[in-house]
């Protein structure tokens, strides 16, 4: 090599691995040896990362795969949207109603039917958030991403493509058979094994969680965001509570302050709100003063 001349050094030495992958499948000679599952390559070996051995693996794979690829998406933040999968749209309360086979059932349908406007308002929500322009190094902010199922998660992927926008669907593997609701991006959609994990990435880039009424798997993710933010494991950020008269009646809160078991400053992490318009002030009100300013402003 002179002076002159010019240095190539190449990026790589390894091949990747789908190059490894590729040729094996082409140059395998079939014998006994080959053709037993041990001879599979590791990664290619679905029997052997399905092994209880290889659950903390399947873990990082969960936690990896959702992060590079909303990465790659330019995603900074979200605005997380919970809420219940039996809420119906209002235009589908009718066939709710209808359904109805005896007087405790048209009972609980009817209540049901009375929370059908949050559909509205949680639509209405993603819309004004998915308006927000990306910032000057071509990142998104406030992502709408809801669980990816029904009623209050349809409404907020609806909402977002009612706006044009992409939005951000994290489904979970369950018992009975379910899918993505159709407004989800299909290259922004994910299925999950372990709940751990899918609550884990609703929180890593949320920048605001809104919280319609809902069930179980509501409240789990709800008062988990509110323990990492009571304890300190992540910084607080704006909890939007929607439908006041629901969550207590169904949850006391005041009587958990009084009892003792929370203090009654825990109780101003929450912020109750009817309308999107209320809970949307409320995040740019709180992020404008922040360091950071909002990226919507």
Partial sequence: MTDNSETIVPSRLFPRARQSADSTAKTVVHTPQT??????????DTEFLLREDLRPVR???ELLKPDLLLDEARIASTLVIYGSARIPEPAKADALLAAATDTRGRAIAERLVAKA??????RELARLASRCPRDA??????????????????????GAVDAGAETIGLNIV????????QYVTPSLSFQFHYFALRKMH???????IAVFPGGFGTFDEMFEALTLIQTGKISRLPILMF??????KVVDFEALADEGVIAHKDLALMNWVETADE?????????????EDCPCD
């Fill in 137 to 158: 190094e071509g990142r998104r902010h406030f992502v709408v991403c809801s669980g990816g199922g029904p009623s209050i998660m349809e409404a907020a992927n609806r």
């Fill in 35 to 44: 053709e037993h599952p041990a001879y599979r390559l590791a990664f290619q």
């Fill in 243 to 248: 439908g006041r008269a629901f969550w207590n």
């Fill in 117 to 122: 406007k949050y559909y509205d308002v949680a």
């Fill in 174 to 181: 369950l018992p009975h058979e379910q899918a993505p609701n």
């Fill in 279 to 291: 809970a949307w002030a409320i995040i740019r009100e709180f992020w404008g003063r922040s360091a």
């Fill in 59 to 61: 873990f990082q794979l």
């Fill in 202 to 208: 609703f929180l890593l880039r949320a920048r605001a």
